[in-house]
């Protein structure tokens, strides 16, 4: 192969990986500043604004944590042990319990001091899934091109699939959630 064969097949392994990390970013970083806004508009009791950031908490959340089971934590497989696959998992059967139970809460009409105190201990307990997620992406660099857009194009079938975190949990996905108290 020529040198100029060689340097662009890095260079189209490396725009791939960057496109990987950029949209995964992105995608943590509006997740993150959804539970945020979240903690703040419970602390402010805001019911008008609960329902408006809860659903958008799960539109979001859904075809991530929806493309992630599907084709970058098999990817990342080659890696990782079958238990750190499972503990990726069990994050999400966490996460999924957290989300209906705060979901519940956006509905009610009032909240009581233990039920904030409850979502907020929720929604912290859910920023560092948020954030050791993040970190995969290092793994993802290491994974061969066909691979890498093959997570991309999970990706956007994923978001074009269009169901929220809850849908996506009772009518597609094979795993029982847990319970918001297990954490
Ligand atoms: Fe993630």
Redesign the pocket.
């Known amino acids: 192969m020529s040198s100029s064969s060689i340097v662009f097949l890095e260079e189209r392994e490396t725009m791939l990986t960057d496109q990987f990390a950029q949209v995964?970013r992105q995608?943590?970083r509006q997740?993150r500043d959804t539970l945020l806004d979240l903690i703040e508009a419970f602390q402010r009791r805001d019911m008008a604004a609960l329902p408006v950031l809860i659903n958008q908490a799960l539109v979001c959340?859904g075809p991530?944590?929806r493309y992630?089971e599907d084709a970058?934590y098999p990817a990342l497989s080659q890696f990782f042990e079958p238990d750190y696959i499972e503990i990726l998992l069990i994050d999400h059967d966490w996460m999924i319990g957290a989300m209906r139970q705060l979901h519940v809460f956006s509905k009610q009409t009032q909240l009581g001091d233990d039920d904030i105190h409850m979502a907020v201990r929720l929604l912290q307990n859910m920023l560092p899934?948020?954030s050791d997620?993040?970190g995969?992406s290092i793994m993802v660099e290491r994974l061969s091109p066909p691979v890498v857009q093959s997570i991309l194009e999970a990706r956007i079938w994923s978001l074009s699939e269009g169901l929220d975190l809850l849908q996506w949990a009772e009518q597609i996905r094979r795993r029982p959630f847990l319970s918001p108290q297990a954490v």
Do not use: G, Q
């Open positions: 995964f995608e943590h997740l959340a991530h944590c992630e970058l899934h948020v997620c993040e995969l």
